[in-house]
């Protein structure tokens, strides 16, 4: 059994929804969840198994569902693009800057009743998955982490709010209690999950401002997911965001589980080790010539100089760790090209459909420099500006590929 531990960070949050979608379509059955401000929201409804109702609240998010402010003024706000000479912004901003000062902190009503309209009480105590969450008390200067036995029945909704009050926010009370946001003590709440023992923890780290308490048991197995993405501004409420945060999300945690491969594309059928060799070894002398010419190498008699030196160096040239294998310092050529060449990152891919796709680009390019009368080692040259020219490496070990692999 699985303890899924979710970190706070605002509208990253939604990137947890799109884990939430992976593990569904993984069979991962959790049994616990702990969370810290956003986090224990997303816990909240995933202890009463309410992803529909979780993907529609993020997929359709905007600012004034969070904060009682016009969405468009706070938005050109966080952009720094708010209009001076708009009379009837600069209005608006005024009486939201003297409401803050009035309330000592942003109005957060739309968020409460987020949280009342979407959050079942009565479900979460009657579930099989167990819900913590951690908040901190300013009135007693000490944090609170608790699990759903140990919340007093009517006040769970007040708990969730108290975990999330993000420092700016009005100052809240419970019990007669001031409180503030979790992440004030712990962002990602590990340790709380620990005490229930389970197997294993997914830990989901927003990568978002907060603290995070040492894990207590090193022992422990824990698999870590994080964005490969930047998720915007932990205010950034809105739906296109949020929506390709939730996409990435789901992405993220299929390569977490190894069903997806690749550094930084999402791969499947990725060539085996044993077919890179045979790939390898099909190489014709002339064609190994070709790539050396590019390092200014020349091809010995015997072949080991393609093993001892050649892949050494082209690894290098792809930014390859010492511990990378063939096959990933072939990934990254490939993913090399396809940054290059701008082929949108979050998708799924075959591995030899990607490397199509590259090879149609390349040939379109070479066939617009030929018209241009320039090789194209002449257009990548002027184009990069480097000596060793990096894109007609991979291009050249790309083009052998399809002939030596896709062409059989």
């Known amino acids: 059994m699985y303890g899924l531990v979710l970190a706070g960070g605002g509208s990253k949050g939604s990137y947890q929804i799109g884990v939430w979608k992976a593990l569904k379509e993984l069979d991962i059955e959790i049994s616990v969840v702990t969370g810290t401000s956003v986090g224990s929201i997303n816990g909240a409804l995933i202890a009463q198994a309410a992803f529909e109702k979780a993907l529609d609240i993020w997929s359709n998010i905007s600012v004034d569902k969070i904060i009682n402010i016009d969405s468009q003024l706070f938005n050109e706000i966080l952009n720094f693009n708010i209009d001076i000479r708009d009379k009837k912004n600069m209005t608006q901003l005024l009486s939201h800057i003297d409401s803050f000062f009035k309330k000592k902190g942003l109005d957060i009503t739309p968020l409460q009743e987020l949280i009342d309209k979407n959050i079942d009480e009565k479900r979460i105590r009657q579930s099989n998955i167990d819900f913590g969450l951690v908040t901190v008390s300013l009135t007693d200067k000490e944090a609170i982490e608790v699990f759903i036995d140990d919340i007093p029945k009517g006040k769970l909704n007040d708990y969730i709010l108290a975990s999330s009050y993000l420092p700016g926010f009005m100052p809240m009370k419970l019990d007669g209690k001031r409180f503030i946001d979790g992440g004030l003590y712990d962002n990602l709440p590990i340790n709380l999950m620990i005490e229930k023992k389970v197997d294993k923890i997914i830990a989901v780290d927003l990568k978002a401002i907060g603290?995070?308490?040492?894990?207590?048991?090193?022992?422990?197995?824990?698999?870590?997911?994080?964005?490969?993405?930047?998720?915007?501004?932990?205010?950034d409420f809105n739906a296109e965001r949020a929506n390709k945060n939730i996409h990435l999300g789901y992405l993220d945690t299929l390569k977490a589980f190894e069903k997806l491969s690749g550094v930084k594309y999402y791969l499947k059928d990725i060539p085996s080790l044993e077919e890179l060799f045979k790939y390898i070894n099909r190489l014709k002398r002339e064609e190994i010539e070709g790539v050396l010419k590019l390092f200014n190498m020349e091809l010995a008699k015997s072949n080991r100089i393609l093993y001892e030196k050649l892949i050494p160096k082209i690894a290098q040239l792809y930014d390859a760790k010492d511990e990378d294998d063939y096959d990933i310092v072939f990934i990254k050529i490939v993913e090399y090209l396809a940054q290059h060449y701008e082929i949108e990152r979050l998708e799924i891919y075959q591995f030899d459909d990607l490397v199509n796709m590259i090879i149609s680009r390349i040939n379109q390019e070479r066939s617009e420099s030929l018209s241009d009368s320039k090789t194209p080692l002449e257009v990548i040259k002027e184009k990069f500006n480097i000596n060793i020219p990096k894109d007609e490496v991979a291009k050249l070990i790309l083009k052998l590929y399809e002939e030596k692999v896709l062409s059989n």
């Open 211 to 235: 603290k995070k308490q040492p894990v207590k048991d090193k022992e422990i197995d824990i698999l870590y997911i994080s964005p490969s993405d930047d998720l915007g501004n932990i205010l």
